[in-house]
């Protein structure tokens, strides 16, 4: 029988759902943003952590470092260029947070709250929802989201559902922003992206438009000393994608699999001992360039998934 138990996270509420004959297990802390801030799967009877999630509430709530490890991305994932965009004719200037562009949404650390959870012998179900009613000025509108996490034996997975609970079309994007990790240098892992085409960015990581020649990791390819923080539009011809991250030394390949997310960023942060591999619905700027930005109409619900396997 699958459990969910409740711990407490430096005063904040985490929720694990939980195989206890397996010892796999999720854990997720719905008050900031419903961070996934572990994860833990199994392959040969043998237990492996494959999310770096934070471990201080400093961390988590970006008073020390913000890497917005684990975090929901809303109502826009990546980047908007100098915070700037215009929708339906009206300019609008959201708050920059990475100058000199706005980063990563309005609610990774917005408090979600528990709407329903069960436990059977085959799976634990945790879904959380959350109310955004025009919490900042440079996005005026309101919408909800509702996050459904579910633990199966090996497999983990993670449903977004968005749906605009105002008066008025409303932009949004959505992404997810896990960071794994096997306990090997990333330097030591292979990546395989599925078939994509990757963005040219700019010097600021914002695309241009083009698209850069070439099919890079189309194949398992060792990373080295690779720096990534590279954006890749899908070809979602199948509904499903998978991208693999391989441990040869630990036999071990972590399959990320999304449905409805159009893009994915790779991001290899300075200490090398995980990558971020984050599912999106929109191009960085999507905002400003519409490539994958969906305008939602009142009353009007999307809805977005990922899951994690290992093999």
């Known amino acids: 029988m699958f459990k969910i138990t409740t711990t ?3 005063g904040t509420e985490k929720i694990k759902l939980l195989n206890p004959q397996s010892g796999e297990y999720v854990s997720i802390i719905p008050a900031y943003g419903g961070n996934l801030n572990e994860l833990v799967l199994s392959k040969d009877d043998k237990l492996h952590s494959i999310i770096a999630g934070d471990k201080t509430l400093e961390s988590l709530s970006g008073k020390t ?4 490890r684990g975090t929901k991305l809303s109502p826009f994932p990546n ?10 004719d009206k300019e609008y200037q959201l708050e920059v947070n990475a100058p000199p562009h706005a980063l990563h949404g309005l609610c990774w650390n917005l408090p979600f709250t528990t709407k329903e959870q069960s436990a059977t012998n085959n799976s634990a179900r945790l879904i959380l929802y959350a109310n955004y009613n025009a919490l900042h000025k440079g996005y005026p509108f309101t919408y909800q989201i509702e996050i459904e996490c579910v633990l199966e034996p090996g497999n983990f997975k993670c449903a977004t559902r968005i749906t605009n609970s105002g008066e008025q079309s409303i932009p949004i994007g959505d992404g997810w922003h896990p960071y794994f990790m096997t306990g090997s240098k990333v330097n030591n892992l292979k990546l395989q992206l599925p078939e994509k085409k990757q963005l040219e960015l700019d010097n600021s990581l914002i695309p241009t438009g083009n698209y850069v020649p070439g099919n890079s990791f189309s194949v398992p390819t060792l990373l080295y000393n690779t720096q990534l923080d590279h954006c890749f539009e899908l070809d979602t011809t199948n509904a499903i ?20 997310y159009k893009f994915i960023q790779v991001y290899t942060p300075p200490d090398r001992n995980s990558i971020a591999i984050e599912p999106m619905s929109c191009a960085p700027d999507a905002f400003n360039s519409k490539n994958g930005l ?9 809805e977005f998934s990922f ?5």
């Open 8 to 10: 407490d996270f430096f």
């Open 65 to 68: 470092e913000n890497y917005y």
């Open 79 to 88: 980047r908007i260029n100098n915070g700037k965009y215009t929708f339906n």
């Open 241 to 260: 994608t998978e991208t693999r991250l391989i441990d040869q030394s630990k036999n071990i390949s972590i399959i990320i699999w999304q449905q409805g």
């Open 294 to 302: 969906i305008a939602l109409s009142p009353k009007e619900s999307t």
């Open 307 to 311: 899951g994690v396997r290992l093999e």
